[in-house]
């Protein structure tokens, strides 16, 4: 009923600047936490940014003075400003959300399918 739809992925080169977005939509009474999360080939998946509903941000020490996590509240979106981009932020970006459904007493963690960015040195 609910589903998350990631945009704005891309090629970029070094240096360069992108913006993700993500929609979600569906069965949702309210929406608590959202984040984006990455993974490279090889490599687990990892934290990136994640946003609390009252808007206090946490970033990975990696992307930190580099990427900047925003929401819309009224449009169920969260963003991923990305500056500064470097080789290795390419990965495949999910993002995430704590959500609860209409007719549910439960928050359940809701994951978009990716969007990839690859940045060229």
């Known amino acids: 009923q609910v589903q998350l739809v990631e945009s704005g992925g891309g090629l970029v080169q070094t240096g360069g600047s992108l913006r993700l977005s993500c929609l979600a939509s569906g069965n949702i009474f309210e929406v608590n936490s959202m984040g984006w999360h990455r993974q490279a080939p090889g490599n687990q998946r990892e934290l990136v940014a994640d946003i609390t509903s009252g808007g206090s941000t946490n970033y990975a020490d990696s992307v930190k003075g580099r990427f900047t996590i925003s929401r819309d509240n009224a449009k169920n979106t969260v963003y991923l400003q990305m500056d500064s981009l470097k080789p290795e932020d390419t990965a495949v970006y999910y993002c995430?959300?704590?959500?609860?459904?209409?007719?549910?007493?439960?928050?359940?963690?809701?994951w978009g399918k990716g969007t990839p960015v690859t940045v060229s040195s």
């Open positions: 995430s959300a704590v959500i609860r459904s209409y007719g549910s007493i439960r928050y359940a963690l809701t």
